[in-house]
């Protein structure tokens, strides 16, 4: 008996150690984030360039920017500016200089007037996002160096939920564009208010009556015998950043690639974010899920598969929640038509895949919600297809469960029965293909 309690304090130690030093629970077992070998496409790139196989052209105005783009297929058209100091390259960035962020579905890019990098970030399936930095000093060899505990600062703290995340955030910025933070900070996705987004961001298009934080920021304010400057966020000219259709009436877009910021690209951007730190958060429960059970079994002589009442219980969470993301619950109904500025739409649609009636997740409704059939297109990521098992396959059969309208719970109450089939049958012919 003795030396059964020893044991299970092993057990314990080794599940739970990890915090008696401070250290983040992602930098151990079974996760080991900063020491395990990324699966990213942006690293596939990296380990091409040094071996020689791949290269980067660089030129005098953007450095290595459009050659990275090309090669890493992520579209200009989905160019946001946003001039917030929120970056690594704070000291760049102005409402007059934004930092100009790029991105498809598995990869984040950003770059600064004058910056000495560029950053870009990727969505890696085993050990959720990952970050790198590539020098804009011209090399016969460039190289994509790995970043962690730099990077880490922000996108593994409290925004992320403690793992490895993405960030969009909407602040109120000065007119230096540093943000006011004792006025307070948005994390932003699809579910939130329309008038908390944008803030900090520059935003092209049209959506009505609807009104937001972008395009804008506050002035300097001094009051009488106080020392510091103060700004009041009733002074946010949100009518003057409101359906802005050209961005050149307010920022000179010649130095940038794309003279948009497009506001449905923006809006794609929250959603995806959102959507992979939740499918970050679902690959981290499952794999510590899995090795707590492997530990546990082991342990008490059991089944190497047998999965008790608590591991069920952190798969069937962690699988709600992905569930909940990818079927738009909670999305904040749009009271007002939204309208890009340029063809990012367009160009986001074709990319599929559509099934036999060319219908896809890719398409959009932008009346009265973003997509015209609420189901994330990032079911297709390498993010979600290698989902560990035990939470992918109660995913899958929780979609089996709505889309054939045996859960009409309030959760889902916002998918209709036309909706629910054109997502079933759309899923039946193009997931599979994926």
């Not at 102005?94 to 100009?100: D, H």
């Not at 050149?248 to 690209?265: E, K, N, Q, R």
């Not at 008790?308 to 079927?327: C, H, I, N, P």
Request: charged content about 25%; aromatic content about 10%; overall charge negative.
């Amino acid at each position: 008996m003795k030396r059964l309690v020893v044991n299970i304090l092993s057990g314990v130690s080794v599940l739970f150690g990890s915090f008696a030093f401070g250290q983040a629970k992602y930098e151990s077992d079974p996760i080991n984030y900063s020491r395990a070998e990324p699966t990213d496409k942006v690293y596939s790139f990296s380990k091409k360039l040094a071996d020689g196989t791949e290269t980067l052209e660089w030129n005098e105005e953007h450095g290595y920017l459009n050659s990275l783009l090309q090669k890493l297929n992520v579209p200009v058209e989905s160019q946001a500016l946003v001039f917030s100091k929120t970056s690594l390259q704070v000291s760049r960035i102005t409402p007059s200089k934004p930092r100009a962020i790029y991105f498809n579905d598995d990869i984040y890019l950003g770059w600064v007037q004058g910056g000495t990098v560029i950053e870009i970030s990727a969505s890696d399936p085993e050990i959720g996002a990952t970050f790198y930095t590539l020098s804009q000093e011209k090399s016969e060899v460039p190289v994509l160096q790995r970043e962690t505990s730099r990077c880490l600062q922000c996108h593994g703290s409290s925004h992320t939920r403690g793992r490895p995340g993405h960030i969009v955030r909407s602040v109120f910025p000065t007119d230096s564009g540093m943000p006011q933070y004792n006025l307070g900070t948005n994390l932003i996705d699809e579910q939130s208010n329309f008038e908390e987004r944008f803030g900090g961001w520059y935003v092209s298009g049209t959506h009505g009556d609807l009104r937001h934080r972008g395009n804008a920021w506050l002035p300097k304010t001094e009051k009488t015998g106080m020392k510091r400057f103060e700004r009041d966020p009733s002074e946010l000219n949100i009518e003057k950043g409101a359906n802005v259709e050209k961005l050149s009436s307010i920022v000179d877009t010649s130095p940038y690639l794309f003279d948009h910021s497009d506001i449905v690209a923006q809006m794609v951007l929250q959603h995806q974010v959102h959507m992979h730190n939740v499918l970050t958060e679902a690959i981290y429960t499952g794999r510590q899920a899995a090795y707590d059970a492997k530990v546990m079994n082991k342990l008490f002589d059991r089944e190497p598969d047998h999965e008790s009442d608590s591991t069920r219980r952190r798969y069937d969470s962690s699988a709600e929640r992905v569930v909940k993301a990818l079927l738009f619950c909670d999305e904040l109904a749009l009271e007002n038509p939204i309208k890009g500025s340029s063809d990012f739409a367009k160009m986001f649609e074709q990319q599929g895949p559509s099934d036999a009636m060319n219908r896809n997740l890719r398409e959009f409704d932008l009346k009265t919600r973003m997509f015209k059939y609420p189901c994330s297109f990032l079911i297709y990521s390498d993010a979600f297809r290698k989902l560990p098992v035990g939470v992918k396959t109660r995913v899958m059969a929780r979609l089996d469960e709505v889309l054939n309208g045996k859960d009409e719970s309030k959760d889902f109450e916002h998918l209709s029965p036309s909706d629910r089939k054109a997502i079933k049958e759309i899923l039946a012919q193009t997931l599979v293909a994926t």
